[in-house]
């Protein structure tokens, strides 16, 4: 490559130096594919109110069932989430329009003892009973 004008302001720029020292200037080293996935469990508050916003009363609770999906897979990065019964009666506890406004989850990654299974991993989501959610935080859970 060596030395080249700039297309915009037409200074040289060193295009070998700088592809050369951004990985150490930066104190980052490139990595190769994609981090494996351990068996973790966790505790989440999930705010149910503010994602039923706008959702018509008739769809609420099934829209919450999902809601609580599509956070377990942007949490745990695993494609099979499993509700635990528990979790849905406790949804559907008010019926299928007043939904309770949060509801603390306890999302534990599994490895899939099926060997034919297309994932490796699942997610199972169950419901954690609190008397209050003040002062709640995502909290790593120690697996027994």
Request: proline residues 4%.
């Amino acid at each position: 490559f060596g030395s080249s004008p700039c297309s915009s302001c037409g200074s040289l720029f060193d295009l070998d130096l700088f592809l050369s020292s951004a990985p150490a200037a930066m104190g980052k080293v490139a990595k190769s594919g994609s981090k494996k996935l351990e068996p973790v469990t966790r505790d989440y508050t999930i705010h149910l109110h503010k994602l039923m916003h706008k959702i018509q009363f008739k769809k609420r609770a099934p829209r919450a069932v999902r809601e609580i999906r599509k956070f377990a897979l942007k949490r745990m990065f695993t494609k099979d989430v499993r509700i635990d019964t528990k979790l849905n009666k406790f949804i559907w506890s008010n019926g299928v329009r007043n939904l309770p406004r949060r509801v603390r989850v306890r999302m534990s990654r599994k490895r899939n003892e099926d060997e034919d299974a297309k994932e490796k991993m699942f997610t199972l989501v169950q419901h954690v009973p609190v008397e209050s959610f003040k002062n709640l935080q995502t909290e790593l859970v120690r697996d027994e």
